[in-house]
Structure formats: C-alpha cells, structure tokens
C-alpha cells in the first residue's frame, strides 16, 4: 500500500490546468470566452482570427473600452474581474462573463499574450504575459489601438492527453464557425469579422433596423431560412419574446439552426426545448428538428446564469411561467400561419413583383355535377378578366350554398364503428354545429385588387391533388392531407374548448409511487381534474387512479399517469392527456377525411381550398406533411427557359 499523501495547496497552474478542464475544452471553447470578454468591453468591431483550426493561433480584437495598466497583472489572474464586486451584483449580472477565470485557464494551456490600451493614442499601449509555475504575469509596453487584443498560440501544447484528442483542422474549425455564428445573432450591434488562415469567412456589418438584421441572419443561415420563417414580438407579464420562427415545412434533419438567447446570451435549456417540442408537436414531420432564432427578454434578477461552467444552462425563478409564455407564443406564431400565406422574405419580395393578379378560371359555374378534369379555358386578355370585389364576393356566396349539400360527407368525419363508444359521435354532432356556426359569420371583405391566398381550383390530378391558379402562378394541394388538417383542427377545437367529459373507472387504477411521485400528484390535484383524472393518494406510496377522460378509456392508464407526474415535476405542466386526445382525434379526422381517388367537382375543390385558407397549421396535415406547394410565374418562366 502507497504511502498516504498529505493534502496541500496546488500551484497556480496547476489549478489553472484544472479549471481549463472545464472551460476549455477545445478551440471553438476558447473563441467563445475571448468573444464574450470582447462584448462586455463594449466593443462596437469584433475580429476573429485563426489558423489550423485555431490549434495553432487564435485572435481576438475588439475596439472596445481597453484595461489599464495597474489592471492588467490581474487581467490574467484567477477569479479577478471587473464585473461584479458583491453577491447582489451576482443575483441580477447583465454581463456575459464575471467568474475571472477564463484567461487564467486558457493561458495555463497555451502561449497567451494580451495586449490593451484604453487611450486614444496607439502608443500607450501595453502588453502582458504570464510565466513560470506560479503564472507570475510580465507587463511591458507595445504600441495599440484603443481596445484590446487576445492572441492565443499552441493551444494544449503543454498538456499532450489533450491535444490528441482535438479533431481535424476542418472539424474544429466547423466548431469555431458555430460559436462565431451563435455570438454574431447575440448582438446585430456589433461588426463581424472570422479569418481562417489569412482568408476572409464572414463580414458582417452592424446595424440594428430589420433590415439589417435579416441580411445577418441570411448570411449566416441562408436565405432560405427567412423565406420559410416568421417573424414574432409577444410581450406579456414582464417577458419578451421575438425572432424569427421557422416554417414546419422548413424543418431539418438534425437540430443545427436552434439559437435561443435569453437576455442576449445563447443558452441550451431543456425547459425551452421542451416548450418548442410542444408548440410543433402535431405539425412537424417525424424524426424532422424545427429551426429558429429566438431572443427572450427578462429581468437578470429572475434567471440565475450561474448554474453552469460555461454558463451554457441557466435557471428561471418561475419556470413554469416562462414554459407557458414560450409554449403559448410559439403555438399562436404557427396557428396563425394558413395555407397560402407566404413567409416575412417572400412576402417582401412578392411586393416588387409586378405580376398580373389571378384571374378565377372560366367555366366554374358550368362545372356543378361533373366529375372530369376541365379544360384550362383561359380567358383572352381582351377579354377582361380582372378580379373584382363583386366576383370574389359572388364565388363566396356560392361556396356558402355549396356547403349544405356536401358538408355531411365532404367535410365532417362518420361517426366511429359501434363499439367504439359514443364519443367519436359526439365529436362528429360537434363538428356539424361548429360548421353551422362558421356558415353565419360575415363573409371576408373582398379586395379590389386580390384573388383568394390559394386561387381557384382548375382540376383534379388523379383524384389526389388538386390544381388551382393563383395570384403568383400555379397551387397543387394534397386533398386528403389537406381535408385531414382541417377536420382535426375542428375537433380539437370543439373537444378543448371545455372541460374535458370523464369517465369513472369501474376498478380504480392502483400505482406504486415514490414519495415525489404522491407530492407531485397531491400539489397538482387541480391540474389533473382540469384535464379529467381523479387521482388521490391512497397511502405514503399509493396512488389511485379513479376516472379518466371519456376519449381515452381504453388507454394504459399506468405509464400514461407517470409520465404526467414526471413532467409536472420537471417542466410545471404536463400535456401527455392532451397528446394522447389529440392522437385519437388524429386517427378519427384520417379516417374521416376525404380519400385518394374521390372524384370532385370543382366547387367541391375551392370549397376545399376555402377552408384551408381558414383554419389554422393548414401548411401541414396532422403527420407533419406539407398540404399545399406553390410554384410561381417566375420558376415556371425559367422551367420552360421563357425571356432568356
């Protein structure tokens, strides 16, 4: 057996070494502290410099305020910094960095050298180092520009075990971008520049107007982001939420274009992964990952940043109130969305278009009663046929009529086989008076100028899509995707728009339970009864489950019941009943909807499209699919290489 050692204090670097364990785990690591150093010194110009994949060289420059030269021996000193000088400063810090460590750590690994000036003349500059075991720091002049300079060489050329496990110049640098991209969306103030040896990736200019913000955001995600995004700003109870979201049309196979900033610094928390998961929940594609730019705005003192090394996590006083807030902001951005409306990019770019509006095609009320794909019966030009407010108007008359002689079968879901209980009948008799209500609603003021979002339907492609023409070119529609999101959207509505109908269990449901599992269910009794489950405690570790929605009688009450707890626990809310209601109703509206090979008449078709342009997550059916494509004058132009 080893003698036993006797406990001492470890040398400066050393501990330093060890701290950078934590801090720094890479070169994209580095990056990201000499960036956030160079925000908080108010820097208006930030240059990032590297080469190998900043394994051999890292420069950060900023024109910010500088440190002085009494400052800068502690510049690279553990925990010393300027940022906070008591614990209340700590409670409500603004700042990005304030634990002091970060130079310390990164110069215990590498050849650090920093140089500042706060003065206006480049010749008061001065330069500091650090050598030797303790990290004893060397302060001496060097001519500079007011501002600061970070240069780090040889990252981990003092510490082989990590050296070998950075990857190849090309991957790391990968990493460096994604940090460089994270901290150019954090501040559209500042100026961007990233070199990779000695060539130019990324120079962006500041500017805060949208404008400006939208050209950043495209050159560091692409234009297709902004074409397929919307762009939100909700206030409510002390919490701002703005950027932009993305499509679910527009949706990616990992989760690389998630950027969520809470007070203008980048954080990865599960409590708003899981408020985003929920807004998209039954409009994305499996296995499919949304994207979004999100800025969340709150008083520092309600979130803690210290909760993480490198302040990736942090902790909300009230996180149930900032989930709800995400959840609700997010949901109502991508309800508002219908079939046919552009995104925040196309629309602006739809304005300089200089198109002819659409024009409804000919022949629509010769159609009634015939199935046959019609002829494109284009009217001449000479011939007039401009939109106007008394046709658009008259089309909507006749679709109101239309709908009474078709809206049993077109467009309500058959009850459920017998022996599927009563409920999917209900769901149905609800469904027709929902209907019945929308036919008294005014109509929509007609536009002088304007065609419907979707058009008019021309035909119907192999009784599956449907053809229309619209204001910017051609439509094709997915009927029974279509049909199918705008049948469940009803029944949703109609089965949340109240308290849920339970069911009484015949035999009560036993569950054994951790002592957390009987606290949660006992301080979340109200939100169990909302949602139609009578649980109560029945001993220290026994619950019983006594009625359950009417919808879901024939669910696996266990697991069912256990992931409610597990998410009231974590997240404040739980939405597994919800989920499982919504599912059923999912399968009720497929079932209900109109099917492939249904021949339909054209009025039957913008009957269709009307409903679509009204009922909210229409882009999508209940699995995530697009319901609608559109392709403009301009792609079909260049499809048959017309004006070139």
């Not at 046929?385 to 879901?413: I, N, Q, W």
């Not at 308290?499 to 015949?506: G, K, N, S, T």
Request: aromatic residues 4%.
């Amino acid at each position: 057996m080893s003698q036993q050692r006797r406990i001492r204090v470890l040398d400066p670097r050393l501990a330093n070494q060890i701290a950078a364990g934590e801090v720094v785990e890479r070169p994209a690591s580095v990056v990201k502290e000499l960036v956030e150093n160079a925000i908080d010194a108010g820097g208006s110009r930030i240059e990032v410099e590297l080469e190998a994949g900043g394994a051999r060289l890292i420069r950060v420059r900023d024109d910010g305020g500088g440190i002085g030269e009494e400052d800068l021996p502690l510049a690279l000193s553990r925990h010393a910094t300027s940022k906070i000088a008591s614990l209340e400063e700590l409670e409500g810090v603004a700042s990005l960095g304030f634990r002091g460590e970060a130079l310390a750590s990164i110069s215990s690994v590498s050849r650090l050298e920093l140089t500042s000036n706060v003065d206006d003349d480049p010749t008061a500059g001065w330069r500091v180092v650090a050598e030797g075991r303790q990290m004893a720091p060397r302060v001496s002049p060097a001519p500079h520009p007011r501002g600061t300079s970070v240069t780090v060489r040889d990252l981990f050329f003092n510490t082989p075990a990590r050296r070998k496990f950075l990857r190849t110049e090309k991957t790391e640098f990968g990493h460096v971008e994604e940090a460089f991209r994270r901290q150019a969306l954090s501040r559209y103030d500042i100026g961007w520049t990233l070199r990779h040896n000695q060539k130019t990736i990324h120079q962006l200019r500041a500017g805060v107007d949208p404008a400006s913000r939208e050209r950043r955001i495209a050159a560091l995600l692409g234009k297709a982001f902004l074409e397929h995004a919307l762009h939100l700003d909700i206030e409510a109870s002390g919490l701002r939420l703005w950027g932009w979201v993305g499509l679910p049309t527009h949706s990616r196979a990992q989760a690389d274009q998630q950027y969520f900033f809470v007070n203008g610094r980048v954080v990865r928390d599960r409590l708003v992964a899981h408020a985003v998961r929920q807004a998209y929940r039954d409009v994305l594609f499996h296995g499919r990952h949304p994207v979004f730019v999100l800025y969340l705005e709150v008083d520092p003192a309600v979130v803690d940043v210290n909760v993480h090394p490198t302040k990736h996590e942090v902790r909300f006083r009230d996180g149930r109130l900032v989930h709800d807030f995400l959840f609700s902001s997010l949901h109502r951005a991508l309800g508002e969305a219908r079939a046919g409306q552009a995104g925040a990019a196309e629309e602006e770019g739809a304005e300089g278009d200089e198109a002819a509006p659409g024009e409804p095609p000919a022949g629509v009320a010769e159609a009634a009663g015939r199935w046959q794909q019609q002829p494109m019966a284009l009217p001449n030009r000479e011939e007039g046929g401009k939109v106007t407010p008394d046709r658009v108007r008259a089309f909507m008359e006749g679709y109101r009529h239309l709908h009474p002689s078709h809206e049993e079968t077109l467009l309500t879901p058959q009850p459920a086989a017998p022996g599927a209980g009563g409920a999917a009948a209900g769901v149905a008799l609800a469904e027709r008076q929902a209907t019945q209500a929308r036919r008294r609603e005014p109509l929509p003021e007609a536009d002088d100028t304007r065609a419907p979002p979707l058009g008019y339907a021309i035909a119907q492609l192999h009784g599956v899509y449907i053809l229309a023409q619209s204001e910017r070119g051609m439509i094709l529609v997915d009927m029974h995707a279509a049909h199918e999101r705008i049948v469940y959207e009803r029944m949703k509505a109609q089965v949340h728009g109240g308290r849920l109908q339970a069911q009484p269990l015949l035999v009560p449901v036993s569950l054994a339970a951790s002592p957390a599992e009987v606290a949660t269910a006992e301080a979340e009794h109200e939100a169990f009864a909302r949602l139609g489950v009578e649980l109560d405690v029945a001993g220290p570790e026994t619950l019983l489950v006594r009625q359950v929605p009417a919808l879901l009688c024939d669910a696996d009450v266990e697991p069912l019941v256990r992931e409610m707890l597990a998410d009231l626990e974590r997240y404040g809310r739980s939405d597994r009943l919800e989920a499982h209601i919504n599912e059923l109703l999912s399968t009720m509206a497929c079932h209900g909807s109109v099917r492939a090979n249904r021949r339909l008449t054209l009025e039957e078709m913008n009957a269709l499209l009307r409903d679509m342009e009204r009922t909210e997550r229409s882009g999508q059916c209940n699995h995530g699919r697009p319901t609608w494509t559109e392709m403009s004058m301009k792609e079909l132009d260049r499809l048959f290489m017309r004006g070139q």
